[in-house]
């Protein structure tokens, strides 16, 4: 799939507009969004990451973190008109064109709005999927990591490894291959022209209200929910 090409309006239907969770997976739209830029519909009630994540730990990092975002963006972008014909992901993946007062603004709040609607979407609410990768997804992953178990592994990992703020990311690369990459703050992988597939958020606002200080708690908890369907959508 182009990486910002047209969703069918097939999947323009359930909580985020676009089948996620509802009816079927869809890639991640938020991309395709516009200025003003607007916060996704969860999709779930913020109990439904449990035992995961519990709700105050959702219902802060979604509306207080997330929304903040969207909004700081949209507040930097009111003084540049011209940029307000391009989509989220072509704002990212084009940060060198754009005026100098721009870049970091796009870096930073362009970057987590999009790195947050994918996080949302690729956690499995209610019961812990049991769904595994398959399909385009799942050749991908047996070729690159051999196994699930390993391409997890690799992932927790790079999370654990992350030194202070930061997201670990599976990511498709330019030569169609999956890779594991660590970055820093709430930089996307679409600034490096990669492009995100499953991100794990190990900023500790995603997790210290509910694991303290143990981020390996938490990553084993969102990688034990994650709904494969979803990741696999954006390979698609």
Known sequence: MPLLSSTPSTFRTG??????????????????????????????????????LNAAT??????????????ALNTAL????????YSLGQLLMGLRRWPEAARGPIREHGSAHANHA??????????ATATAPNGRLGSMITRDFETVDACKAA?????????????????????????????????SPLLDGELPVLGIDVWEHAYRRMYQTQRAAYVDAVLARINWDVVGAQVE
């Open 58 to 71: 959702v219902e802060a990092h979604y509306r207080s973190v997330h929304a903040s975002h969207v909004q």
């Open 78 to 85: 009111t003084a540049h008109p011209t940029l307000h014909e």
């Open 15 to 52: 909580p985020f507009g676009d089948g996620t969770h509802l009816y079927r997976p869809a890639p991640d739209v938020v991309l395709q969004q516009k200025y003003p830029f607007v916060l996704p519909p969860l999709g779930y009630e913020t109990n439904a990451l449990m035992p995961a």
């Open 155 to 187: 992932l927790r990992e790079a999370a654990l490894g992350v030194e202070g703020n930061g997201w670990a990311w599976l990511v498709k690369t330019a030569t169609n291959r999956l890779a594991v990459r660590t970055l820093p703050n709430d930089d």
């Open 118 to 127: 994918l996080y949302w979407k690729v956690l499995a609410p209610g019961a």
